[in-house]
């Protein structure tokens, strides 16, 4: 056998890794954790799958979870290798929910998956057909290890010598798989003999089934006319119980809007169609009397305000205004002939007075002026600044009077037009006088104050009445939301007893609906299940039935007589191989001695397997002639030994299969130097007829390796 090449789709850390395998050596060299043990068991699972052997379910492997693609992709591998001079390319995807296997044959790549046949869990061991070797025989014998071998009671009809007929093994292993095709229990699902006595079962039901047919024919035909009768009255039921529940929903719709508009105060119209649409007498009665408290209501508080109180108040607040607008007038009028009264008199006294001495009085108030302007900047420059302002002060004193003066002297030119214009705003003053004291008169008050006072009194009168109305408007308010709120209580009320009401209603009606509806569904599977029983009373025969049953028995007992044979051949063969292998181990300790005697320089000669032990390995010291067990020994002789004991099974078991496989994953690191180098030219050897995997993160290995692999096409180094 010769693997060419693997494709790992998506098994632990590889995704899409393709790896192409040379016929003689393939090291792989790489530091830890690079993922070499990874692609070993993708190896493994491409060529077998992952699941164990030797059971009847179909149950995962351990490291099934281990190797789930880390990216959560596809658990896919495609493997292509060479049996029996033909060329397979092997396709798996092992997702449980999806697992499936197909197999292609070269050179066109024709699909053959179908040309095999499934085991009793339905599947298609493809290996096992070409090989002869169950997944746990196959890692047994090629992958070297320090572990017990798996499947060491399987592996004896496995192996042949030249001493003894091969085909007593193949015959051997024939003589399993028939038994276990057959089975022991008559119960079993998979088997044989389990489908054998199901049939028998299933024969003697339906001969049991046809003899009581045609006693139960005339029953179903009245049951089925009774059922007609009752399923046509349901139907005519059902449809009265849909159209009344239907009502019920609309009246639903129609409270659902009713318990909404509760929360509004209703209008004059609606106060009607609340009576209007009322159910029950209760609610009318409800509307009526609430709409009659609010009309009383209404009248009792109806506004009776003193018309005439407030169009005087309007006339008293419009006069009041006028007679404002006529006082300032008034007052203006008096101010402006005050002012030009004062004026008129200084105007006349002015021209009468004399001017003494030798400068006027003009002269002497600039003259004054000009000498405290003087003082004052004197006073500034002397440091004395109080008295530069009080003279600064006087200064402008003397200087405005000065100027006043000269106004006054300008303005009695114009007395006769200032005499004319206060005569003119006098009788305009005494106009208005006359018109504000009508004003008072009318209103019965002797002046202005007690006219104010009048206009107080009447506004504080208003304004009670105001507020009076407005408590008035607040208590009628008041009493209309009190009575609202009572009818909007009442009226929930009864809508919620309404509610009640119909919501029992509505729960019967679904309820019988629903028995109904039950009932209908029942009746319809009762007629159709009692028309297919009277057509199989019809179409089966009970002497047919009969017949098929005691065929049934017949092939049972030929079954449990050839399962009788079967053992008991395969225990005399068993017993006669068992002696055999007795006869034939010393071909298998020449094969492990030969090993170990190249390993280690011809130090250890004697090496035993005991295939009644799982091929327990035991070694004769030269030195003390004395066995020594495989555990008692150093760790890198027990490596030594578990190499020769499968490197002895492979051979042997090469000889009945074709040359196969080698695979090593680190199992050099307990040999020395000296050993290394004998076990490395033994595997250089072996190269020349397996294909070998040796897969390492040391490199002494590739070190050693080194001549065989320079300048041959045969080998090859895989860099991970």
Not at 507 to 520: A, F, M, N
């Amino acid at each position: 056998m010769k693997i060419d090449e693997l494709q790992l789709r998506g098994f632990g850390k590889w995704r899409d890794a393709v790896f192409r395998f040379a016929p003689g050596i393939n090291l792989f060299c790489a530091p830890n954790e690079a993922g070499k043990s990874t692609l070993l068991e993708g190896l493994f699972a491409a060529l077998y799958g992952m699941k164990k052997d030797y059971v009847r379910t179909a149950r995962y492997l351990p490291e099934y979870e281990k190797y789930l693609p880390w990216d959560g992709g596809t658990y896919e591998t495609i493997v292509q290798y060479e049996v029996a001079g033909k060329s397979y390319r092997l396709h798996r995807w092992l997702e449980k929910e999806r697992e499936q296997a197909r197999l292609f044959l070269n050179p066109d790549w024709s699909e053959v998956t179908s040309l095999y046949q499934e085991d009793r869990r339905k599947e298609r061991n493809f290996l096992e057909l070409h090989l002869g070797l169950t997944r746990s025989l196959f890692t047994d014998v090629t992958w070297i290890r320090r572990e017990q071998m798996a499947a060491a009671e399987h592996l004896l009809p496995s192996l042949g010598t030249d001493e003894a007929d091969p085909a007593v093994n193949r015959v051997l292993a024939e003589l399993e798989r028939e038994l276990a095709a057959i089975g022991k229990k008559e119960r079993a699902d998979n088997t044989l003999l389990g489908k054998a006595g199901a049939r028998v079962a299933q024969k003697e039901r339906a001969l049991a089934e046809a003899e009581a047919g045609w006693a139960a024919a005339s029953r179903l035909a009245r049951q089925i006319a009774d059922w007609e009768a009752e399923r046509q009255e349901r139907e005519r039921t059902r449809e009265k119980l849909r159209q009344r529940l239907h009502r019920v929903q609309e009246a639903e719709a129609e409270w659902q809007a009713r318990w909404r508009q509760s929360y509004i105060a209703p209008s004059p119209e609606q106060w009607e169609a609340w009576e209007e649409n009322a159910v029950t007498a209760e609610e009318r009665r409800l509307h009526r009397e609430t709409r009659e408290l609010l009309a009383a209501l209404a009248a009792r508080f109806a506004s009776d305000a003193d018309t005439g109180s407030e169009t005087e108040r309007e006339r008293l607040e419009a006069d009041y205004q006028r007679a404002l607008e006529l006082r300032k007038a008034w007052e203006t009028c008096r101010e402006q002939v005050n002012r030009l009264a004062a004026s008129a008199i200084v105007g006349t006294e002015r021209p009468r007075q004399k001017a003494t001495g030798k400068f006027s009085s003009d002269r002497l108030l600039r003259a004054g002026s000009g000498l405290l302007l003087a003082a004052a900047a004197g006073a500034f420059l002397a440091g004395k600044g109080t008295y530069g302002w009080i003279a600064g002060v006087l200064a402008v004193l003397l200087a405005a009077v000065g100027t006043l003066r000269r106004r006054r002297a300008r303005g009695n030119q114009h007395v006769p037009a200032v005499i004319e214009e206060w005569r003119r705003l006098q009788q305009e003053a005494d106009r208005l006088e006359a018109t504000l004291r009508e004003i008072y008169q009318a209103w019965n008050a002797a002046d202005w104050v007690a006219f104010l006072q009048l206009r107080e009194a009447l506004l504080n009168m208003s304004r009670q009445r105001e507020a009076d109305r407005q408590t008035e408007e607040w208590k009628r308010r008041e009493e209309e939301a009190r009575l609202l709120a009572r009818w909007g209580d009442e009226l929930r009320s009864i809508l919620e007893a309404e509610k009640a009401e119909r919501d029992r209603e509505r729960d019967g009606l679904v309820q019988s609906l629903k028995e109904t509806e039950e009932r209908l569904q029942e009746l319809r599977e009762q007629i159709a299940r009692a028309s297919g029983e009277m057509g199989s009373h019809d179409s089966v025969s009970v002497a047919r039935a009969r017949s098929e049953y005691e065929d049934a028995i017949a092939a049972l007992r030929s079954l449990q007589m050839r399962r009788e044979a079967l053992q008991l051949a395969r225990d005399t063969l068993r017993e006669a191989l068992a002696e055999w292998n007795r006869d034939v181990s010393p071909v298998l300790n020449g094969l492990a001695s030969d090993v170990m005697a190249r390993i280690t320089g011809g130090k250890y000669r004697d090496v035993r397997l005991d295939p009644r032990e799982r091929f327990a390995v035991r070694l004769l010291e030269p030195v003390r002639q004395r066995v020594v067990e495989q555990e008692q020994c150093s760790l890198g002789t027990q490596d030594q030994l578990h190499f020769a004991q499968r490197v002895a099974l492979l051979r042997l078991v090469s000889r009945q299969t074709e040359p196969l496989p080698l695979f090593l994953d680190d199992h050099f690191a307990h040999y020395d130097q000296e050993r290394l180098e004998r076990t490395l030219a033994y595997v250089a050897e072996l190269s020349e007829e397996h294909q070998v995997f040796l897969f390492t993160c040391q490199q002494r290995e590739l070190t050693l390796l080194e001549p065989y692999l320079r300048g041959s096409d045969r080998h090859k180094v895989h860099r991970l």
